[in-house]
Structures are given as C-alpha cells and as structure tokens.
C-alpha cells in the first residue's frame, strides 16, 4: 500500500513558477514509476508526466514539454513537479500517482492516487 500526499499547489500570475511536490508512504518507493495528472474543471483527468522509478527517464504531454519538469528523490521519498511559464490553462486540480513497474507510464492505470492540490494561473 502506497499513500501519496500532494502539496505546493496555489494561486500564481501567468509566466509565474510553482513547485509541486508529492510525498508517499511505505519503504518501497523507489519500485514504483510515479505519474502527474491534472483535471479541470469540467474536464476529463488527463496525463501530465512520468517518471520511472530510478529518475531518469521522464515524458510528458505536449502542453507542458520544455516549461514542466519531473523529479524524484528517492531518500526522500518525494517526487517533484517543476512548473515554470505557467499559463492560464493549467489551472486545475494536479494528482500524483503511482505504478509498479520499472518503465514510463502515460495511461491513467496507476495504483494508487493522492488527494491532488489545486493550481490557479490568473491572467
């Protein structure tokens, strides 16, 4: 069982930069791919980022290529979303989760989910 817990999110200025971060249980992070999600209002849940379970490799969705960057550090057992140019379309509510399994993951058939933490971009 893998418990994650989201943190970081806020309001912030288009252009502006936040810093996510997720925290998880358990002695056994380091198996797991992690993944980050977003859901906007009235919108469907949609892929954001991955990465595998060593830290280095990482994809992500076309929206958010070269100005978001995952990271993982797994002393800590924390994995980390770097958002910078933020824009008002990434408003939404971001979940971390996580896979057994040593690859990249893009679907949404993750294991376990955090409670998410809200991101508003004004204009």
């Known amino acids: 069982q893998v418990q994650l817990v989201e943190s970081g999110g806020g309001l912030v200025q288009a252009g502006g930069s936040l810093r996510l971060s997720c925290a998880a249980s358990?002695?056994?992070?380091?198996?797991?791919?992690m993944g980050w999600f977003r859901q906007a209002p009235g919108k469907e849940r949609e892929f954001v980022a991955s990465?595998?379970?060593?830290?280095?490799?990482?994809y992500y969705v076309g929206s958010v290529k070269g100005r978001f960057t995952a990271s993982r550090d797994n002393a800590k057992n924390t994995v980390y979303l770097q958002m910078n140019s933020l824009k008002p379309e990434d408003t939404a509510v971001y979940y971390c989760?996580?896979?057994?399994?040593?690859?990249?993951?893009?679907?949404?058939?993750?294991?376990?989910w955090g409670q998410g933490t809200q991101v508003t971009v004004s204009s």
């Open positions: 990465i595998d379970r060593s830290g280095t490799s990482t």
């Open positions: 989760a996580a896979k057994s399994g040593g690859g990249i993951y893009v679907g949404q058939t993750y294991d376990y």
């Open positions: 358990g002695r056994t992070f380091s198996s797991y791919a």
